[in-house]
């Protein structure tokens, strides 16, 4: 199987920052790269596909880069509702392995 | 609108087989290029990939959980079954089901709202 480590684990940042989270892959994926939001007590939602494809609707403050085996997503200026865990996934070959996840919160 | 909807036992007793089914709407899963993705999500954990089923009938597990899962399809219902075998505490957390573009860029794209499921005696 494909692992997925994302770093960091958890993250505080405040409304307007930059962040970056990074999703590695064991081996190469190609640009097969999806990250997912997901608030409390809610279902994941897709952010951006194929590695940097963002999905209608999602701000432009969202992006999405990498390929083969190394993935960011980038948050330009955060807004209150991207405090949240974001999760990035393969899906190069099955299983589609998902990566532990990273908390953002609110510093 | 493209919707899915999980339904299942909220409470199985450890050893038992769990059944959840996913009832999709708004698209079919007949339609070439169409996937359901199961995921489930311990308490406080991360997302974990189960199965998912394509429009060809084509099936694929985790392969930490295969010998224990089995998906299947009733398009007549837009219906997917999740079975899971010999049901244990660790296996408590919120199942969901989620519409998959595969077959090219594969994607889970609209996700149900999950169902939870605890395991115990």
């Known amino acids: 199987d494909i692992q997925m480590t994302q770093s960091p684990s958890s993250l505080s940042a405040s409304v307007g920052d930059r962040v970056t989270i990074t999703c590695r892959a064991s081996q190469t994926i190609s640009r097969y790269l999806n990250w997912y939001q997901q608030k409390p007590g809610k279902a994941p939602k897709l952010l951006i596909y194929a590695a940097s494809s963002l999905r209608s609707g999602v701000p432009s403050r969202v992006t999405g880069s990498g390929s083969e085996t190394d993935f960011t997503l980038t948050i330009s200026s955060l807004q209150p509702e991207d405090f949240a865990t974001y999760y990035c996934?393969?899906?190069?070959?099955?299983?589609?392995?998902f990566g532990q996840g990273t908390r953002l919160e609110n510093k | 609108q493209v919707t899915l909807r999980e339904s299942g036992p909220a409470l199985v007793k450890p050893t038992q087989t769990l059944t959840l089914t996913c009832t999709l709407s708004?698209?079919?899963?007949?339609?070439?290029?169409?996937?359901v993705s199961w995921i489930r999500q311990p308490p406080g954990k991360a997302l974990e990939w189960l199965a998912r089923i394509d429009w060809d009938d084509d099936k694929f597990y985790s392969t930490s959980l295969k010998t224990r899962l089995t998906i299947s399809k009733d398009t007549s219902k837009n219906q997917v079954v999740l079975t899971m075998t010999n049901m244990d505490p660790v296996d408590t957390g919120t199942y969901y089901c989620?519409?998959?573009?595969?077959?090219?860029?594969?994607?889970?794209?609209?996700w149900g709202k999950g169902t939870t499921v605890t395991v115990s005696s």
């Open positions: 996934q393969q899906s190069y070959s099955d299983p589609y392995t």
């Open positions: 708004g698209f079919s899963l007949s339609t070439s290029g169409m996937c």
């Open positions: 989620a519409r998959m573009t595969c077959g090219g860029e594969n994607y889970m794209d609209v």
